[in-house]
């Protein structure tokens, strides 16, 4: 896939509804999957409760991966959300709600399988916005002290998954799985069942944690020696008049789909819950004894990275391309001159923007004093750089600019991000936070230096008749 590949938003056509019970409740759940507008993501909506109250799919909303990843928003829950939105993802959905009866999904037979034939009956249809891809440039990671578990993702030219998992038990032991294509999900991962331990299954039974779970949702790998103790409680929990151990160490109440079904099944856990993102991600995520807690942890460092990027994102703007106003006509409107006119030239504008440059020579009167030996523009002059750019759009909107001049009113919120240097080009972008009234000018100012944001700040300026 190519970065012009222009890829739109997708939701579906029809609502559909599932029934099933959810596997840690053991109560009957209604899910509804309901169509959604572009840039909505995925959300869960709980019907059963006063207000219909929605919970996003965001990885800051989850509270607890204990038997699953489990999302709270305040005081409402929705659990074991990895199978129903790892079914979203494998067939490049981008916008859904989801609404539930419950606090937790339908397991179905505890894999994704049915929640894709659901959606596809439902119609997969294109929708006017562009998806928004977060390209990964570079290895990110987390890791888990702990238990040794592992989450990375490294430069590719499309998503891909690979999972390796070691279990350590003779039983099942290391196995691996990948998924080269998302459009390979549907055939290679959809179905592939959630599996637990008996030692785990024992617990959950004690604490009578898995109401729903019969035995056609769950693998059991048998790592210890079946009491007979075990043996009449599964009886009664699965409804069973026997139960015994196959030759490969499960239990037999159902036939592996794959030899490596677990791994398969991880990869999917693996899908679901880096959905939690709330971006699509182009890149290869390689997981090594993956988790719903390394999962999730992994995916609120993927959000908070990418938020602080888009926050940061430097506008590319071609340079060589003659400009809208040189310095001269720049001159014609501004009152400034040097060594006080700091912007060299206007790149765009609008009635709301206006973007502009300025190339930082060692030339420049400051660096004598600020400071020798270590020349640094000083933030001040940053900042009136960033005023004489608004200033043009300000004085833009009148026929006369040049019997105008721009005063300051209100410099908020300045940060500082890094330092700039003589043979830096500046490049300074400005929008209107409100409309231009009575000759007032509030606006979002930034400034890039090196493909990087330099310095931002809010400022509020007036345009003044000149005496």
Same mark, same amino acid.
């Given at each position: 896939?190519?970065?012009?590949?222009?890829?739109?938003?997708?939701?579906?056509?029809?609502?559909?509804?599932?029934?099933?019970?959810?596997?840690?409740?053991?109560?009957?759940?209604?899910?509804?999957?309901?169509?959604?507008?572009?840039?909505?993501?995925?959300?869960?909506?709980?019907?059963?409760?006063?207000?219909?109250?929605?919970?996003?799919?965001?990885?800051?909303?989850?509270?607890?991966?204990?038997?699953?990843?489990?999302?709270?928003?305040?005081?409402?829950?929705?659990?074991?959300?990895?199978?129903?939105?790892?079914?979203?993802?494998?067939?490049?959905?981008?916008?859904?709600?989801?609404?539930?009866?419950?606090?937790?999904?339908?397991?179905?037979?505890?894999?994704?399988?049915?929640?894709?034939?659901?959606?596809?009956?439902?119609?997969?249809?294109?929708? !006017?916005?562009?998806?928004?891809?977060?390209?990964?440039?570079?290895?990110?990671?987390?890791?888990?002290?702990?238990?040794?578990?592992?989450?990375?993702?490294?430069?590719?030219?499309?998503?891909?998954?690979?999972?390796?998992?070691?279990?350590?038990?003779?039983?099942?032991?290391?196995?691996?799985?990948?998924?080269?294509?998302?459009?390979?999900?549907?055939?290679?991962?959809?179905?592939?069942?959630?599996?637990?331990?008996?030692?785990?299954?024992?617990?959950?039974?004690?604490?009578?944690?898995?109401?729903?779970?019969?035995?056609?949702?769950?693998?059991?790998?048998?790592?210890? !020696?079946?009491?007979? !103790?075990?043996?009449?409680?599964?009886?009664?929990?699965?409804?069973?008049?026997?139960?015994?151990?196959?030759?490969?160490?499960?239990?037999?109440?159902?036939?592996?789909?794959?030899?490596?079904?677990?791994?398969?099944?991880?990869?999917?856990?693996?899908?679901?819950?880096?959905?939690?993102?709330?971006?699509?991600?182009?890149?290869?995520?390689?997981?090594?004894?993956?988790?719903?807690?390394?999962?999730?942890?992994?995916?609120?460092?993927?959000?908070?990275?990418?938020?602080? !990027?888009?926050?940061?994102?430097?506008?590319?703007?071609?340079?060589?391309?003659?400009?809208?106003?040189?310095?001269?006509?720049?001159?014609?409107?501004?009152?400034?001159?040097?060594?006080?006119?700091?912007?060299?030239?206007?790149?765009? *504008?609008?009635?709301?923007?206006?973007?502009?440059?300025?190339?930082?020579? *060692?030339?420049?009167?400051?660096?004598?004093?600020?400071?020798?030996?270590?020349?640094?523009?000083?933030?001040?002059?940053?900042?009136?750089?960033?005023?004489?750019?608004?200033?043009?759009?300000?004085?833009?909107?009148?026929?006369?600019?040049?019997?105008?001049?721009?005063?300051? *009113?209100?410099?908020?919120?300045?940060?500082?991000?890094?330092?700039?240097?003589?043979?830096?080009?500046?490049?300074?972008?400005?929008?209107?936070?409100?409309?231009?009234?009575?000759?007032?000018?509030?606006?979002?100012?930034?400034?890039?230096?090196?493909?990087?944001?330099?310095?931002?700040?809010?400022?509020?300026?007036?345009?003044?008749?000149?005496?």
């Amino acid at each position: 896939m190519s970065n012009t590949v222009v890829n739109k938003q997708r939701t579906i056509k029809n609502e559909v509804t599932l029934k099933g019970v959810g596997l840690h409740t053991g109560k009957q759940v209604i899910l509804t999957f309901k169509p959604a507008p572009e840039n909505h993501g995925y959300a869960f909506c709980r019907v059963d409760l006063e207000g219909s109250p929605i919970i996003e799919a965001d990885a800051n909303y989850v509270v607890n991966t204990q038997r699953g990843t489990n999302l709270e928003k305040n005081g409402v829950s929705i659990q074991t959300s990895e199978h129903v939105l790892a079914a979203c993802v494998g067939l490049e959905i981008d916008n859904l709600l989801m609404e539930l009866d419950a606090s937790e999904p339908p397991i179905m037979d505890g894999s994704s399988k049915f929640f894709i034939e659901a959606l596809e009956k439902a119609g997969i249809v294109e929708q !006017e916005a562009e998806r928004e891809e977060y390209i990964v440039k570079d290895v990110i990671s987390y890791t888990d002290e702990e238990t040794g578990s592992e989450v990375l993702i490294m430069p590719s030219d499309e998503y891909q998954v690979t999972t390796m998992v070691d279990f350590g038990t003779k039983v099942l032991g290391t196995q691996n799985a990948s998924l080269k294509h998302l459009s390979d999900f549907k055939a290679e991962i959809a179905s592939a069942r959630t599996f637990s331990f008996l030692h785990e299954l024992e617990m959950l039974l004690e604490h009578g944690l898995i109401k729903g779970g019969d035995l056609n949702n769950a693998i059991v790998y048998v790592d210890k !020696e079946l009491s007979q !103790e075990t043996m009449e409680r599964l009886k009664v929990a699965f409804g069973k008049d026997s139960i015994t151990v196959k030759s490969n160490g499960i239990l037999d109440n159902l036939t592996l789909h794959y030899p490596n079904e677990a791994a398969r099944h991880k990869l999917l856990d693996v899908i679901g819950d880096l959905a939690l993102i709330g971006t699509r991600i182009r890149g290869k995520i390689i997981a090594n004894k993956p988790g719903h807690y390394v999962n999730t942890q992994f995916a609120k460092k993927m959000s908070k990275i990418i938020k602080i !990027e888009k926050r940061n994102k430097v506008p590319q703007f071609d340079l060589s391309q003659k400009p809208l106003m040189d310095i001269n006509k720049i001159m014609d409107m501004l009152p400034h001159r040097p060594p006080f006119l700091l912007v060299d030239r206007i790149i765009e *504008m609008s009635d709301k923007h206006v973007v502009g440059m300025k190339n930082v020579t *060692m030339n420049e009167p400051f660096f004598v004093g600020h400071f020798p030996g270590a020349p640094v523009m000083p933030g001040v002059l940053q900042i009136e750089a960033m005023a004489q750019t608004g200033g043009i759009l300000a004085l833009s909107t009148v026929p006369d600019p040049e019997n105008y001049l721009t005063y300051f *009113m209100k410099i908020d919120k300045v940060k500082f991000k890094q330092q700039v240097l003589p043979g830096d080009t500046l490049i300074f972008k400005l929008e209107l936070l409100t409309p231009i009234r009575r000759g007032i000018c509030h606006m979002q100012a930034f400034a890039y230096a090196n493909g990087k944001l330099a310095t931002e700040a809010e400022l509020m300026a007036q345009i003044v008749k000149s005496k």
